[in-house]
């Protein structure tokens, strides 16, 4: 038994019963398709559920990557500010550093040229010492012999 009538018996039917079979044929489809759709929507909804769930996630790390990416350009600035900061600091203290040792060095010459002449004062002291020292030991000895001679010739005197 077949649902689908033979040729003759097509030509042999009116328009109406032509058309009645057509319309309960288009039904029969209709019906198909209404029941495969109750089926398969709950996939394609879950499906797109799920699509729009991962594109909200998506948007989400997104987010979360523009803040991050945020923070370090933010980061990135202080620390170049600080870099900038922080080398003039440098060219300061080389500054410092600098007038400091043009400082030092004058003053270490200074130094050395007071050391030479507290030298050739120095000399000239000892020299002066050692000269009147020995004057003075000289002038000593000179004195004890005439001292000595005086009483010798007043001994034999008396």
Known sequence: MSILPSRKQWRSWVLPSKLSFLAGLFSIIGLILSIATFIIQPRVSTDIEKKIQELDNIKVALSTLSTYVDKQQSSLKALSTQKIELEKERERIQKILKIDKENLDA???????????????????????????SSVVTFSAIALQKRLKSRKSSDVET
């Open 107 to 133: 003053f270490l010459q200074y130094q050395l040229a007071q050391r030479k002449n507290r030298a050739w004062i120095e000399i000239v002291i000892s020299f002066f010492v050692g000269v009147l020292s």
